[in-house]
């Protein structure tokens, strides 16, 4: 930074002694508005040759740490469709304005979510779009007038708004949350989504508390696997489905209580069967189309049946008479509205971290794949060749 305090030399009369002061000048307005203008300073600039004057900048920065715009690297879709849609691309991010941070990415988790905009199930804003909805990085720079983020601070940020998949991005600053130095940064990316999620189905959409029997289809997955966790702490009876026999021993090991292999058993009769022809209080389906019917008949008299993803398709249309023959409750809730406000952000976040720092949440990172290589996590996701969670890694850093 230019030295305030130094004595000028003596050739601070020529043109580019004169550029330096107009320099200084503009440093120490701008970046210490509290203080008084230095009359020494004025008295240099207005002593400058009218010619002189034409050439100069007299702008405000952009940024109280204004950097030099620069290409990095991200994923871009410019059509909906399959994996081969993401493209590894140069892209421009610019610098923060006001209320933003810029970020650079250290980890990215990757989410069914991310599938649902990559092949139109959810509709982008715009295209071509940069995806992904879960990251953790170091804030690299910080808008105009902003307090409470400073550079080098490490931060999370899940849902809204759209662009993980770069090496960096600018978010807004009431998005992110501060990770705890007893976090590692590939954690927090994996578990800020999946956590905040579990967080509101098991504490908000239905309150799960000691002896209620639940049952989480998808137990094995990156949602699942901490939902059977955090339930079985909670005291819950917990039934999980999965698909193959090693997703159901480490079901178990998450705490479930009773594992359904699918391929092998219908999962209504069994968890008719374990609960003694009584049902369940809650359903949490994330698959949607293959599980939806069932899941409702899976319910006890004013069941919930909690419906947060379509990994299968999207379920079809049911009448409300289906609901009214044990007086169920159907809801199909968004982490965005859970989260809204920035003290829910702050509250969710909080309780995750906190479970996962007393031991009450195990996250299994098993798949990490380098950012350029999203295609492949993705048909893997897709292909339920994985279990727990997935991260990308912006290349050149170690996996």
């Known amino acids: 930074m230019f030295g305030l305090n130094r004595p000028w030399s003596s050739n601070c009369n020529n043109g580019k002694g004169e550029m330096l002061a107009k320099l200084q000048l503009d440093f120490f307005v701008f970046s210490q508005p509290h203080l008084p ?24 920065p952009k940024s109280k740490f204004a950097t030099v715009s620069a290409m990095v690297k991200a994923i871009r879709v410019h059509e909906v469709g399959g994996p081969e849609v993401l493209k590894w691309e140069d892209v421009e991010i610019g610098d923060p304005k006001d209320g933003e941070i810029k970020v650079r990415n250290k980890a990215i988790g990757l989410n069914f979510i991310d599938i649902y905009f990559r092949t139109g199930v959810y509709k982008a804003a715009a295209v071509p779009f940069i995806p992904g909805m879960e990251a953790v990085g170091v804030v690299t720079a910080v808008g105009p007038g902003l307090t409470g983020r400073q550079i080098g601070d490490i931060v999370a940020y899940a849902g809204n708004p759209m662009g993980a998949y770069a090496e960096e991005q600018i978010l807004p600053a009431d998005k992110v949350v501060p990770v705890p130095s007893s976090i590692d940064p590939i954690v927090a990316a994996s578990i800020m989504l999946k956590g905040m ?6 504490r908000r959409s239905f309150k799960v508390e000691r002896g209620h029997t ?7 997955g990156g949602v699942g696997s ?14 999980g489905t999965v698909s193959t026999e090693e997703k159901a021993a480490q079901a178990k090991e998450d705490g479930c209580h009773h594992v359904i292999i699918t391929k092998h058993e219908n999962f209504v009769e069994r968890v008719t069967d374990i609960t003694s022809g009584e049902g369940v209080e809650v359903v949490y389906d994330s698959v949607g189309k293959d599980t939806f019917e ?3 008949a899976c319910l006890k008299f004013r069941g919930y049946l909690v419906s947060f993803g379509q990994a299968s398709g999207a379920p079809d249309p049911i009448p409300l008479s289906a609901l009214a023959a044990k007086s169920l409750f159907l809801t199909r809730p968004s982490l965005m509205h859970y989260t809204a406000k920035r003290d829910e952000l702050l509250e969710t976040a909080g309780e995750v971290f906190a479970n996962v720092a007393n031991g009450v949440l195990r996250v299994r990172v098993n798949h990490k794949y380098p950012l ?5 996590a993705h048909s893997d996701l ?15 850093i170690d996996l």
């Open 37 to 60: 203008p230095n009359p020494f300073l004025i008295n240099r600039l207005s002593n400058l040759r009218p010619q002189q004057h034409h050439h100069l900048n007299f702008s405000k």
């Open 197 to 202: 999620t579990a967080q509101y189905l098991l």
């Open 214 to 220: 639940i049952l989480v289809h998808a137990a094995a």
């Open 226 to 239: 901490l939902m059977c966790q955090w339930a079985n702490a909670l005291g819950a009876i917990v039934i």
């Open 294 to 296: 069932g899941s409702l």
């Open 372 to 376: 350029s290589q999203a295609a492949q």
């Open 382 to 396: 897709e292909n339920r060749k994985t279990t727990g969670s997935i991260v990308l890694i912006p290349d050149g």
